[in-house]
């Protein structure tokens, strides 16, 4: 491909790009396909010779986008959103078209230098005090790897990487059971290990950990030799919207001396509204906090911001400094590899300074602020139908609510299949969860581009085809 060929199929991708997104509430949330469909449609084996792009991008739109779910669909609720902003598709296409590996200062000093801005930006607007600074990772995932990490290396007094596990005391690790599954994992590949990760008994509207039985959990397992090492809280959990008492949390983890990690991935977004805050009041407390711009705020996957109050304690953690890595003659700088897992980083700061000067922090709270009381509008209406209960009250713009099966039904499968059919019709696209072992249907509001009538739209879809189910 030439440099002109080049500008004439990046402006046909964009305008297919606009196009597409004009298109999503024409198109079902999820495709009608079946297993392997896609799969067999592929050729077996790549091609020996070059193919012309107009084949393969028409192939691109019979075989590919039939096949995917519509993400950026205004009336998707299901999971939590995964955002696009039209603002960060821009300047994603200017990173692609880049291609810059911003892994040092020196390999890119505006990449580097921007994110350090983007991020304090960031820090202000959530309202977290100064002493906080941070990284953009890929995804909340990576980012509780990294606390987690240092968890273990702060309680091993930085012993681990030199001398591995063996030997060493039993760590622990302390959370309720809301908190995502990305916790279980770090946890594996920390070599913390499954049965090490301790399940604090949760409480109350909101499911939070019962911090009476927290410290006394922690007491317990020093008494019998174990070490305690971290906290991981949650604010906004995947489920139903779980949060911990984050200034109680906190008091307990500095009684012990004990690291603090918040997941805050989906409900952090929230916290640009000071009217929100309280929902994570003491968070100044913790050690590390994670929240993802990519899912509530708008900006393209991936970007997920690690805030940390040492920055030194996660470099002391992650970073290998072998001499081909090094910036010669600027002393001080900052190597943001240095504190993330993977070497390699793409420019992910471009996007969220674009979406920030774009739409500004009231237009992107005006957002947020429409979505939780659209939500709400919607669990209150759903509550009064006689044939609705609602299981959860809305955290924020989550919520949770079940169908009275009919008679002779087992509740759950009547509910599975309910979420089933509603997703089937295409119009809107729900997930369901359990709660104290029971099926109950999430709903959640959070796309960028969803309006009052979408959401009137998955009342309608809902109350339909449970009529039609029962």
């Avoid at 024409?26 to 050729?43: C, K, Q």
């Avoid at 139903?240 to 990690?261: E, M, N, Q, S």
């Avoid at 705020?297 to 890595?325: H, M, N, W």
């Amino acid at each position: 491909m030439d440099n002109e060929e080049f500008r004439d199929w990046s402006r046909r991708a964009a305008d297919w790009g606009a196009d597409y997104r004009a298109s999503l509430r024409d198109r079902p949330v999820r495709p009608a396909i079946a297993p392997g469909e896609i799969f067999r449609s592929i050729e077996e084996s790549p091609p020996e010779t070059a193919e012309p792009m107009e084949k393969i991008f028409a192939d691109f739109e019979a075989k590919i986008v039939p096949g995917m779910t519509h993400w950026q669909h205004p009336r998707f609720f299901a999971y939590f959103p995964a955002n696009a902003a039209p603002v960060s598709v821009v300047a994603e296409y200017l990173v692609s078209a880049m291609a810059a590996q911003c892994m040092l200062w020196q390999t890119s000093p505006a990449a580097t230098e921007l994110e350090t801005r983007t991020v304090d930006w960031m820090r202000q607007a959530l309202g977290l005090p100064k002493g906080f600074s941070g990284v953009i990772q890929d995804s909340a995932s990576s980012a509780t790897l990294a606390a987690v990490l240092t968890i273990r290396e702060r309680a091993l007094d930085w012993q681990g990487n030199r001398q591995g596990l063996a030997g060493q005391a039993k760590l622990r690790v302390y959370s309720s059971d809301q908190v995502h599954t990305s916790i279980d994992r770090a946890i594996w590949v920390a070599g913390i290990g499954e049965e090490n990760l301790v399940r604090i008994p949760v409480g109350g509207r909101f499911r939070a950990m019962d911090t009476a039985a927290l410290e006394a959990a922690i007491v317990a397992d020093r008494q019998a030799g174990l070490l305690p090492a971290g906290i991981i809280a949650c604010v906004g959990g995947t489920s139903t919207g779980g949060t911990d008492d984050i200034a109680a949390v906190a008091a307990v983890a500095k009684r012990h001396g004990l690291y603090l990690h918040v997941d805050a991935a989906w409900a952090g977004s929230a916290m640009i509204c000071p009217e929100y805050r309280h929902f994570w009041a003491g968070v100044e407390g913790a050690d590390s906090i994670v929240f993802n711009p990519h899912k509530w705020l708008g900006a393209q996957f991936d970007c997920s911001i690690q805030f940390v109050f040492q920055p030194e304690d996660l470099v002391r953690t992650l970073a290998i400094k072998p001499d081909y890595l090094k910036t010669r003659g600027h002393d001080g700088v900052i190597n943001y590899s240095e504190w993330s897992v993977p070497l390699g980083r793409r420019f992910r700061a471009l996007k969220l300074w674009f979406l920030l000067r774009a739409h500004g922090l009231e237009g992107l709270r005006r957002m947020i602020r429409n979505h939780v009381a659209w939500s709400e509008g919607l669990a209150t209406r759903l509550a009064a139908e006689a044939d609705f209960e609602l299981v959860t009250e809305p955290m924020l713009s989550l919520f949770s609510f079940r169908h009275r099966a009919p008679l002779g039904a087992d509740p759950d499968e009547h509910n599975l299949r309910l979420v089933d059919a509603i997703n089937t019709d295409g119009r809107i696209y729900l997930t369901q969860t359990r709660v104290d072992g029971r099926v109950a249907i999430r709903f959640q509001a959070g796309q960028f581009e969803t309006t009052a009538a979408d959401i009137d739209a998955a009342f309608d879809v809902v109350t339909e085809v449970a009529r039609r189910l029962a």
